[in-house]
C-alpha cells in the first residue's frame, strides 16, 4: 500500500508570511497532484507535477516534485486570509485506481 | 456544465438501513470514482469505474456496491448500514487516468446512528 505523509497536519499563522507544506512517501509516484479543499465543499485540483526535479508557479504558490518523485512540497509566499482551507496532495500510480491520498495540512491565515 | 453532482447533501441512516448516494456527471468522463473523507484520514477509495458497464474495488469496498449503467450515473449502494460508515462521501470523475484532473463533487454528509 502505497503511503503519503504530509506535515504539519496544522499550520495557523499570520497574514504576510511564508510557509511550506511537505508531502513525503516512500513509494514512487508517477505523478503528484495538490487540492485545495475549502469546508462543505469538495476538493479542487491546483497543480499535477509528473516530472521528477519539476517546479510550478501559481502566482504565489510554488510546487516542487522530488528527484526520484517520493515527495513534493507547496510553499506559499505572502499568505493571505484567502489561502485558508485543507492542502491535500494525491500521488497517481498510473493506472485506472484513482489517486492515494495525504491527510491533508489544515492552513489558516489570520488576519 | 454543472459538473459531478451529488445527492442526497445530508442523509441520516439508521443501523441496518439501507440507501443509495447518487452521482451524476455532465462531462463525458469515462472514468469515475468514490471516496469517503473521515476527520483527519484523507480520501479513501472506495470503488472506481473506467467506463459504463465495468466497476472495480478500491481500498475500502467492504459494506457498498456500485453499478455503472451510463456514462453519466455512478450510484454507490449501502445495503446495512453501521457506524463505521458514518463519513463524508466524494464521487470524482475525470477524463482519463493516473494524472489526469479528478473533478469533485460537493459530497454527501451521512450519519448512521
Known amino acids: 500500500t502505497q503511503l503519503l505523509e504530509q506535515s504539519p497536519q496544522f499550520l495557523s499563522i499570520q497574514e504576510g508570511e511564508n510557509l511550506t507544506v511537505y508531502c513525503n512517501s516512500s513509494s514512487v509516484f508517477s505523478s503528484l497532484q495538490w487540492y485545495r479543499q475549502e469546508p462543505g465543499e469538495g476538493p479542487v485540483l491546483l497543480v499535477t507535477v509528473v516530472t521528477g526535479g519539476e517546479v510550478k508557479k501559481l502566482k504565489r504558490l510554488t510546487f516542487q516534485f522530488g528527484d526520484a518523485r517520493k515527495d513534493s512540497s507547496l510553499h506559499i509566499t505572502a499568505a493571505q486570509p484567502g489561502d485558508t482551507g485543507l492542502y491535500l496532495c494525491a500521488g497517481g500510480g498510473g493506472g485506472a485506481d484513482g489517486l492515494t491520498f495525504g491527510k491533508g495540512t489544515h492552513l489558516i491565515i489570520q488576519p | ?113
Request: aromatic share 12%.
Open chain 2, 1 to 113: 456544465n454543472a459538473g459531478v453532482t451529488q445527492t442526497p447533501k445530508f442523509r441520516i441512516l439508521k443501523i441496518g438501513q439501507s440507501m443509495t448516494l447518487q452521482c451524476a456527471q455532465d462531462m463525458n468522463h469515462n472514468y469515475m470514482y468514490w471516496y469517503r473523507q473521515d476527520p483527519g484520514m484523507g480520501l479513501k477509495l472506495i470503488y472506481y469505474s473506467v467506463g459504463a458497464g465495468i466497476t472495480d474495488k478500491g481500498e475500502v469496498p467492504n459494506g457498498y456496491n456500485v453499478s455503472r449503467s451510463t456514462t453519466e450515473d455512478f450510484p454507490l449502494r449501502l445495503e446495512l448500514a453501521a457506524p463505521s460508515q458514518t463519513s463524508v462521501y466524494f464521487c470524482a470523475s475525470s477524463y482519463g487516468p493516473g494524472q489526469e484532473t479528478q473533478y469533485f463533487g460537493p459530497g454527501t454528509r451521512l450519519l448512521v446512528l
